[in-house]
């Protein structure tokens, strides 16, 4: 009876603490604060990636603390790369954070999956390196700063294809959108070039062994492999093709722009080649990257470390957002929104931003760095005009 | 297809097989004994990679020295985990214990992305396993060969241990019948803790060909490896130590050729091991070489 008791009590406890929960966040975003929502991966396939891109947010926060008089409070949410976990997460920044705009994600799968939640409610979202087309299509809400799919698929196939390299193999990974729709738009870009795609492998999540899809690869003669996947994939990807004795070029996407991969491949990372949004060492740099790349590298601490790409758009997108929300004037989604359309011309570290009427960013320059020495090293500037 | 490179798929079939295999008998061991799958095997596989990375990278450890000593880290922690996780519920349901298992998985993996991050480390090169040879057109690493060897030799010895020794004995008592086991004076928690130490021992093993090979160490590493192996360990018959031997082999084979004969299924090297899994449960629920269960009256 005792213990009836007990348990009746408890559960009223718990609906009581559920309710005051919804209670206290109906009013979310109190008057000193305005809180903004960062939607990234810590965990999980992409959770390496993700952490680098919310340390540039969190350094962004850190130089322009304020707006609107108004102290920023970041709200950091994991969405664990998991399209399931991201709707919980996404709903929570909006209905219990009640956030005035949404930073993110790392990883183009999970922002697709939590594009309508943000749409609903009116929040804003600003993608930072979410490169598939499909994330802002249809909804305009989310806006991002990065280039996209096509144009980064655009970019490898072209260069491949300027290299003299006719026959290429595919790798990518299996329900990945960002892998599978660089992969698409590369085949697409590389057969208009007149190229033939002679093999394709598909990597299968949490996978570690690649030789059998290495293995038909070698079989089929391909001169360039391109293997668009996550940082998790590419290290062992790349030294298992060295090791069974694979030596044509592969290349990827901006994914692979990380210290991460040359740990892992070590020697066999020598010579790979990547499209990248950002070059830290760019001469012609606007005033912001300059002050950027100094102070991060001291926020990041360590030994001289090299600033992954996705941290730099990661600033970015918090400062479009801040002056965003300045201009605006107030916290309300639609006028943010709109202040965020009307960017134009801003300056940021990855250059230039002006969104188009799908909220891209209008970006037609990519870089393309490879592996020199144990570092990644400039290569060459693409600029594509659509 | 030619000639090499069928021979460069069997090869690495036989390879990435033996390494199923030396996970899947630290799975199979663990049922026989204690009726448990215990799903933070995978997990204590991760952390001996990691273990080596500490020991060789931040401790700037040879790696002979490394290897021993990240092989009795292993153990203790496999230890540890039976101890805390394990133990306390060896009265409890069949279903507790199966469940302490998961979440014991589910904190190993949390806490190495809280304290290690998710970003991808490398493994330490260790130059008389990771050299590439090649003999015509097949290339491979030397532990694509060492793996095999080490695998049989340590079946060799685990039955001689089994079937020849006090212990061995013993544990054998122990999985034909807990209960009356205890009842005849063997020391039950000493039977399983031994049973713990060469499971995570060759977990630790495993994990040292398998950075080797693969070179990339992460929190969810455990989690497909850990996967395959307990569907290898249920293949061969799971309670079953040559039966998990087997059963990873042929997994790792089946895997292989499927994408080297049907190069437009990689996508389902995946689903070939769990229908391999489904079928096996439905054709011969006690595996390939699982002995039938006899219903004691």
Redesign the interface.
């Known amino acids: 009876m005792k213990r009836k008791l007990l348990a009746v009590l408890l559960t009223a406890a718990m609906t009581a603490a559920m309710l005051a929960g919804c209670g206290s966040s109906a009013g979310g975003g109190s008057d000193d604060v305005i809180k903004i929502g960062v939607f990234e991966?810590?965990?999980?396939?992409?959770?390496?990636g993700?952490?680098?891109e919310v340390d540039g947010i969190k350094y962004a926060n850190e130089v322009y603390p304020e707006v609107l008089g108004k102290k920023v409070e970041l709200v950091v949410v994991d969405n664990k790369s998991d399209k399931g976990e991201a709707t919980t997460a996404a709903t929570r920044l909006v209905e219990q954070e009640g956030v005035a705009a949404v930073i993110g994600s790392y990883g183009s799968g999970v922002s697709i999956a939590a594009g309508d939640i943000f749409k609903n409610a009116k929040v804003p979202a600003m993608g930072a390196s979410c490169t598939n087309p499909m994330v802002t299509e249809g909804n305009e809400y989310y806006f991002r700063t990065c280039f996209l799919d096509p144009f980064q698929g655009t970019v490898m196939a072209n260069y491949c294809a300027q290299q003299g390299y006719t026959k290429a193999a595919v790798v990518y990974q299996?329900g990945d959108d960002y892998s599978t729709g660089l992969a698409n738009f590369f085949k697409a870009s590389f057969e208009g070039a007149g190229g033939t795609i002679v093999?394709?492998?598909?990597?299968?999540?949490?996978?570690?062994?690649y030789?059998?899809?290495l293995?038909?690869i070698?079989?089929s003669d391909a001169e360039v492999i391109f293997a668009p996947s996550s940082?998790?994939v590419a290290?062992?990807f790349i030294?298992?093709a060295?090791?069974?004795?694979i030596d044509g070029l592969i290349c990827a996407g901006d994914t692979w722009e990380?210290e991460?991969i040359i740990?892992?491949?070590?020697e066999a990372a020598e010579g790979i080649v990547l499209s990248t949004f950002y070059d830290e060492n760019d001469a012609n740099a606007s005033e912001e990257a300059k002050k950027f790349v100094p102070g991060f590298k001291e926020y990041l601490g360590g030994d001289d470390p090299i600033i992954p790409a996705v941290s730099a758009l990661g600033y970015d997108a918090y400062c479009v957002v801040l002056d965003a929300i300045e201009r605006a004037g107030s916290t309300d989604g639609d006028a943010i929104r709109q202040a965020l359309a009307d960017t134009s011309d801003f300056v940021g570290v990855t250059g230039e931003i002006t969104f188009d009427e799908n909220g891209d960013a209008q970006k037609s320059v990519a870089i393309v760095k490879t592996v020199e020495g144990g570092e990644f090293k400039y290569l060459d500037t693409v600029t594509i005009t659509n | 297809m030619s000639m090499d490179i069928f021979l460069q798929h069997l090869l690495n079939g036989i390879s990435v097989g033996s390494l199923y295999a030396l996970i899947a008998i630290g799975y199979t061991m663990v049922y026989g004994i204690l009726l448990l799958i215990n799903f933070a095997h995978g997990d204590i596989f991760m952390m001996a990679s990691y273990f080596m990375i500490f020991a060789v990278v931040d401790f700037r450890m040879p790696i002979w020295l490394a290897l021993p000593l990240i092989i009795l880290l292993t153990i203790v922690l496999g230890m540890l985990l039976e101890r805390s996780a394990y133990k306390p519920l060896r009265n409890a349901p069949r279903m507790s214990i199966m469940i302490s298992a998961i979440g014991a998985s589910y904190l190993f993996e949390n806490l190495a992305t809280y304290l290690f991050t998710g970003v991808p480390k490398g493994y330490p090169d260790i130059p008389w396993l990771t050299k590439v040879v090649n003999i015509g057109s097949i290339s491979f690493q030397i532990v694509t060969v060492i793996a095999p060897v080490l695998v049989a030799a340590i079946l060799i010895g685990l039955m001689a241990l089994v079937n020849h020794t006090k212990t061995g004995m013993a544990m054998r008592a122990v999985s034909k019948d807990f209960e009356t086991a205890r009842l005849m004076g063997i020391k039950i928690d000493r039977v399983i803790a031994a049973t713990f130490v060469i499971g995570s021992g060759l977990a630790a093993i495993g994990s040292v060909l398998w950075g080797a090979k693969y070179s990339s160490v992460y929190p969810l590493m455990g989690v497909m490896p850990g996967l395959k192996c307990f569907v290898a360990a249920v293949f061969g018959g799971i309670g079953n130590i040559p039966g998990a031997v087997l059963g990873g082999i042929v997994l790792g084979l089946g895997e292989t050729l499927l994408v080297a004969f049907f190069p437009g299924l990689t996508g389902y090297r995946d689903a070939f091991a769990f229908v391999v899994l489904i079928v096996m449960l439905l054709v011969r629920p006690n595996g390939l070489l699982g002995e039938k269960t006899t219903d004691k009256v």
Request: charged residues 15%.
């Open positions: 991966p810590l965990t999980g396939e992409n959770g390496g993700g952490s680098q299996n093999s394709e492998g598909v990597i299968q999540t949490n996978d570690s062994d030789n059998s899809i293995t038909n070698k079989a940082i998790t290290g062992a030294k298992q060295r090791a069974l004795g990380n991460a740990d892992v491949a070590g």
